[in-house]
C-alpha cells in the first residue's frame, strides 16, 4: 500500500477538533484512496482594484506568472486605503464583479489590503458568500457555518455556490512578488517539513489547543508534528506548518519557513489591516510563510472561527490547494480573512497518482 494511502486511509478515521466537540472525520469526508484535486490557474479570478496602483502591479505580476486567462482579470474601483465598505458600497461593486466573472471560476484573488472589510464581516468572506448579518456578531456568539468545511468537494462554487477568496497583497511590490514567487516555487515539491502546535500560556487564545494533542498523534505516523506547551519556536529550519495562540508571536524571524508554509495566530485583531495593538498577520508572511489567517472584528476565542490544523494539514497533504485546504479548515469564517498565495500546492502531483 503507498504512503499516500495508507496516509489516506488512516485519516478516515481521524478524531478533528470543532470546537463544541468531538466528530470522526469519516463523517465529514469520503475515505478516497487517492490524492485529492487541486485548482489551476482557469480556476481562478483575480479583482483588481483600479483606484490602487499596487493592486495593479500585483495583478499583472500574478496574472503573468500564475498565467491566468486575461478574460480572468476583473477590474472595479474601490476606495483605496480605506478600511471598511457599507453594505451598500460592497454589494454594488459585488453585483460588478459577479457580471464579469466566468461561470467556470471557482475562487477569487483579492490584490490589495484595503478595504479589508464589510461593515461586520471580511472582505473574503464577503466576495466569497456575499454580505449576510448572519456571518456577524454583537458580543460572544456563533455565526452562520460554511458548508465547505472539511467538503471533499473539488469546484467550490459549483458544489455550494462558493466562491473561496483570499487577499494576495503586500505593503510593497517587492513583497508580493516575494509572496507569489514562494507559492510558485512550492507546487509539486512535495517538501520534507515539520508542523507545530503550540499551546501557550495565554490560556484564553489557546482556546484551540485542546486539540492539538490528538492531531499530533494521529499525524505523526506520517508526517512530523510536534505539540508543544511554550509560547515561541525559534532556530527551527524546518517549518510548514506553525500554528498558536498569542497577542503577538515573537522570534518567527528566527525560523526558516519552508515554500508554500502556513503559520497563524488566535488572537482578535490579528486579520485587522488598518493597524491595530496585536500582530497583524502580514508579519507571517515577511518572515516567509505563504498563507496566513486572522479575525478583522472581535470573534471571541471559539475555535470554530479560526483554523482547524487537522483540517487544514488532511487536505494539503493530499494535495490541494492553499485556499481550498484553508478554507476548508475554518467552520464559521465570516469574521476572518485568508491571506496568501492562494494557488500553491507543495504536495500536489502533476499527474494523477494510481491507487496502487
Not at 464583479?97 to 461586520?120: G, I, S
Not at 494533542?213 to 517549518?239: C, M, R, S
Request: net charge positive; glycine share 6%.
Amino acid at each position: 500500500m503507498s504512503v499516500v494511502k495508507k496516509f489516506v486511509v488512516a485519516f478516515c478515521c481521524l478524531l478533528l477538533i470543532n470546537g463544541f466537540g468531538i466528530e470522526p472525520l469519516s463523517a465529514q469526508v469520503s475515505p478516497l484512496y487517492r490524492p485529492a484535486t487541486a485548482l489551476a490557474a482557469k480556476d481562478l479570478a483575480i479583482i483588481v482594484n483600479d483606484n490602487d496602483p499596487l493592486s495593479q502591479q500585483i495583478a499583472d505580476y500574478y496574472r503573468q506568472m500564475r498565467k491566468i486567462p486575461p478574460e480572468q482579470l476583473i477590474h472595479i474601483r474601490l476606495p483605496a486605503r480605506r478600511a471598511i465598505l457599507t453594505k451598500g458600497e460592497f454589494e454594488h461593486i459585488k453585483q460588478q464583479v459577479d457580471e464579469q466573472t466566468p461561470k467556470h471560476v471557482q475562487v477569487f484573488a483579492l490584490t490589495w489590503l484595503q478595504p479589508f472589510r464589510v461593515e461586520c464581516m471580511s472582505i473574503t468572506t464577503a466576495f466569497a458568500a456575499g454580505f449576510d448579518p448572519a456571518f456577524c456578531s454583537e458580543g460572544c456568539q456563533q455565526t452562520r457555518k460554511s458548508p465547505y468545511y472539511a467538503s471533499e468537494a473539488a469546484k467550490p462554487f459549483d458544489k455550494h455556490a462558493w466562491r473561496p477568496t483570499m487577499v494576495l497583497a503586500a505593503h510593497n511590490l517587492a513583497e508580493a512578488k516575494k509572496l507569489i514567487d514562494r507559492g510558485i516555487a512550492a507546487d509539486f515539491s512535495r517538501p520534507s517539513g515539520s508542523a507545530y502546535l503550540l499551546k501557550t500560556s495565554d490560556q484564553a487564545r489557546s482556546s484551540r489547543a485542546g486539540g492539538f494533542k490528538t492531531i499530533a498523534e494521529k499525524f505523526n505516523p506520517f508526517w512530523p508534528v510536534n505539540y508543544l506547551e511554550q509560547d515561541y519556536i525559534a532556530g527551527h529550519q524546518d517549518v510548514m506548518f506553525y500554528f498558536t495562540g498569542l497577542i503577538s508571536v515573537p522570534h518567527i524571524g528566527e525560523n526558516h519557513f519552508l515554500p508554500g508554509a502556513v503559520a497563524d495566530h488566535l488572537t482578535s485583531a490579528g486579520g485587522v489591516m488598518s493597524g491595530s495593538s496585536q500582530m497583524n498577520i502580514m508579519e507571517w508572511l515577511k518572515a516567509g510563510a505563504t498563507g496566513s489567517y486572522g479575525a478583522v472584528v472581535e470573534p471571541c476565542n471559539f475555535p470554530a472561527k479560526f483554523p482547524n490544523p487537522g483540517v487544514l494539514m488532511y487536505h494539503y497533504l493530499r494535495g490541494s490547494t492553499l485556499i481550498e485546504a484553508y478554507w476548508k479548515s475554518v467552520a464559521q469564517p465570516g469574521q476572518g480573512i485568508f491571506v496568501g498565495e492562494p494557488l500553491a500546492k507543495p504536495f500536489a502531483f502533476p499527474v494523477q497518482m494510481s491507487a496502487n
